[in-house]
């Protein structure tokens, strides 16, 4: 039975980023379809199920890449920004981030240094603040 379903799934697109989203976006309108109740988000949620698992098992190779290339350069901005976010987060258990009262620029002091002198690398501007 693996060896069919290997045989069949050879030369196949499979699962990329855009059909993730895809399947969380069905998920969401399943949701929202059950507390509404009007049937249009079923039938909705339907056609994107249809759509993923068209793209799922479509030959057509490049097509389905490009599709995925332009999802990705699409949300690249918004991916960065959580990227960041949680970058920033993880750093703040070991450091402060403060930013400049001059120019706004954020800067990193370790915690647990006390009342500290910081001067901003950007303008040279010089403030004090707990760490």
Not at 5 to 25: I, W
Request: hydrophobic letters at 40%; glycine letters at 6%.
């Amino acid at each position: 039975m693996r060896e069919k379903f290997m045989r069949f799934m050879q030369g196949r697109y499979g699962a990329d980023q855009f059909g993730r989203f895809l399947s969380g976006l069905c998920v969401a309108l399943l949701i929202i379809s059950m507390f509404w109740g009007h049937e249009i988000w079923f039938l909705l949620a339907f056609a994107v199920l249809v759509y993923n698992y068209f793209r799922i098992f479509s030959k057509n190779i490049p097509k389905r890449y490009a599709e995925n290339q332009k999802y990705l350069a699409m949300t690249a901005n918004l991916r960065r920004g959580i990227a960041a976010k949680k970058s920033e987060m993880a750093q703040r258990r070991t450091h402060h981030i403060y930013r400049c009262p001059q120019c706004r620029q954020k800067i990193r002091v370790p915690r647990g240094r006390g009342r500290i002198e910081i001067r901003c690398p950007k303008c040279d501007a010089r403030f004090i603040r707990n760490s």
